[in-house]
Nanobody, 117 residues
Framework: QVQLVESGGGLVQPGGSLRLSCAAS????????MGWYRQAPGKQREFVAA???????NYADSVEGRFTISRDNAKNTVYLQMNSLQPEDTAVYLC???????????WGQGTQVTVSS
């Protein structure tokens, strides 16, 4: 069974930093894309960042220059380094993973990030 486990969320003050991790397991296939989405209360889920198997990255305009996505292919783990956090970054952050030769992507349970003074 595919399982994605996120960690690293917490409470930080504006300007602070957090590093999120997502470890994927349960598939023998290679991972194609790993990414992060977020959802705040009363708002739609939005794309944050993604990284391909070849290391290409994409970022939402709202986090460009502040967040960095990376991956460890040997560990099937994706990371999101979040710097200069702002109150508007407060949300549940969810990991999403797509494997080659699988018909769908998978979601983690999410980890809460709260930015407040």
């Amino acid at each position: 069974q595919v399982q994605l486990v996120e960690s690293g969320g917490g409470l930080v003050q504006p300007g602070g930093s957090l590093r999120l991790s997502c470890a994927a397991s349960g598939s023998i296939f290679r991972i194609k894309t790993m990414g992060w989405y977020r959802q705040a209360p009363g708002k739609q889920r939005e794309f944050v960042a993604a990284i391909t198997s070849g290391g290409s990255t994409n970022y939402a305009d709202s986090v460009e220059g502040r967040f960095t996505i990376s991956r460890d292919n040997a560990k099937n783990t994706v990371y999101l380094q979040m710097n200069s956090l702002q109150p508007e970054d407060t949300a549940v952050y969810l990991c999403n993973v797509e494997w080659y030769l699988r018909p769908q992507s998978y979601w983690g349970q999410g980890t809460q990030v709260t930015v407040s003074s």
